[in-house]
């Protein structure tokens, strides 16, 4: 529930993995469901090249690493020169320690995980407002595959549906039943109707007949020392209001940590170079991230990018992201660098934490991550908090 471990996502530093994670959503909408921002204008060729250069349709997350959690054929410190203090890290209490508002932050966010819902049906729909929907869309008279769903729960404004789509829906009221006209973005999809002929949707105006069922209202549950027992007191023997705060307040102190003593290894480490393959591994990563969403929503990459993320294309991807896969390259060597220096190797119960995900992740991009663990726990045990 309130657990501080890492997800296992794209980053390859736990630490920093949210920061990889783009604005894609994590389920499978019906066709319709696309974040369609402006694409950015293109800039001057990448840092890392094209994306025409990286073989990221075959990315596998284990690839280019050991069975040590190393990179293969890489000694970090042939790259890096640490910090001599870098085993104990000094910093100010003031500057780790979580403030009542970041406890609080993290509090509201568990009471809205638990939120139940009101169904809302005597007022006009606003935007930012999530509401039930049904609908069912034609392009030129024609109904086509995706395009018709019951019971879509969708907030308004959060730019998930085609542009328009929304935007039509405010100010409706639970019960009515409208025409919602959109225009679908170029490079979208082709369907089908019902009998499997082509529907082309690209550039194409469609009509939605909507149907407003309802509004969703959040009722948040009130924080008390029985619900946080009901919910909390078996799972992770927290009882009170109290001690649900002094944990968030230790989870965050240790992440607060982590990620300063980071900050602290990237300025005052010194690297020669970053190694290609350390660097190729963090491009074809994040063009594979983007590639699979594209598949999984049917558009080419230049088009989902576009369409998704603001780029022009892949390339402007890279441009963009540059800076990111830079540091995460650094990050990854820093981490192998101190198990280098100081001869540390997970144990196997950071190992078994992943098990789990070995199935998807590989064995040894798993180990990798289980190494990254213990050389935080070592760091941080190291470090000097006054």
């Known amino acids: 529930m309130v657990s501080g471990r890492p997800c296992m996502c794209i980053a390859t530093t736990p630490q920093r993995a949210a920061a990889h994670n783009s604005a894609i959503p994590a389920s499978r909408n019906p066709e319709i469901s696309l974040i369609t921002s ?32 190393y990179w293969e054929g890489v000694k ?16 100010k209490r003031s500057e780790i320690e979580p403030t009542e508002e970041e ?6 966010s568990l009471l809205s995980d638990h939120a139940t819902e009101k169904q809302v049906t005597d007022r006009a729909a606003a935007d930012g407002d999530t509401v039930n929907i049904d609908y069912a869309g034609s392009v030129d008279g024609v109904a086509f595959s995706g395009g018709t769903y019951s019971g879509y729960s969708l907030t308004l404004g959060s730019g998930t549906f085609v542009d328009g789509f929304e935007d039509q829906i405010v100010g409706h009221t639970p019960g009515e039943t409208f025409d919602v006209t959109v225009t679908f973005p170029e490079g979208y999809s082709d369907s089908t109707d019902s009998e499997g002929n082509t529907v082309v949707l690209s550039g194409k105006k469609a009509v939605f007949s909507v149907t407003l069922n309802y509004i969703s209202e959040k009722v948040l549950p009130e924080l008390t020392d029985a619900w946080v027992a009901e919910n909390y007191g078996e799972s992770d023997d927290v009882h009170t209001v109290e001690e649900l705060k002094a944990l968030y307040q230790k989870m965050l102190y240790n992440t607060n940590l982590q990620n300063a003593i980071m900050d602290d290894l990237l300025a005052n480490s010194t690297f020669k170079e970053l190694p ?38 892949a390339d402007a ?5 540059s800076d990111s896969i830079t540091t995460y390259s650094k990050e990854a060597l820093l981490y192998q660098a101190v198990a280098e220096t100081l001869d540390i190797v997970p144990t196997q119960e950071q190992i078994d934490t992943y098990s789990s995900y070995t ?20 760091l941080t045990e190291s470090a000097v908090v006054s």
């Not at 204008?41 to 690839?63: I, K, L």
């Not at 290609?276 to 491009?283: A, G, H, L, N, R």
């Not at 064995?363 to 050389?375: G, K, S």
């Open 317 to 321: 991807l890279l441009e963009g992201m």
């Open 38 to 69: 402006a694409p950015a204008s293109s800039t001057a060729a990448a840092v890392y090249g094209s994306a025409e250069d990286y073989d990221y349709e075959n990315f596998s997350y284990s690839s280019g690493l050991d069975e040590n959690g």
């Open 76 to 91: 970090a410190l042939d790259y890096v020169t640490l910090p001599e203090n870098f085993a104990s890290l000094t910093f």
């Open 103 to 108: 406890i609080q932050s993290e509090i509201d």
């Open 276 to 313: 290609k393959e350390v660097t190729d591994y963090q491009v074809n990563q994040c063009l594979n991230y983007y590639y699979t969403m594209a598949n999984y929503y049917g558009y080419d990459l230049d088009s989902f990018v576009q369409t998704a993320a603001g780029y022009e294309n």
């Open 359 to 378: 199935g998807t992740y590989g064995e040894n991009y798993c180990t990798m991550v289980a190494l990254m663990d213990a050389v935080t726990d070592a």
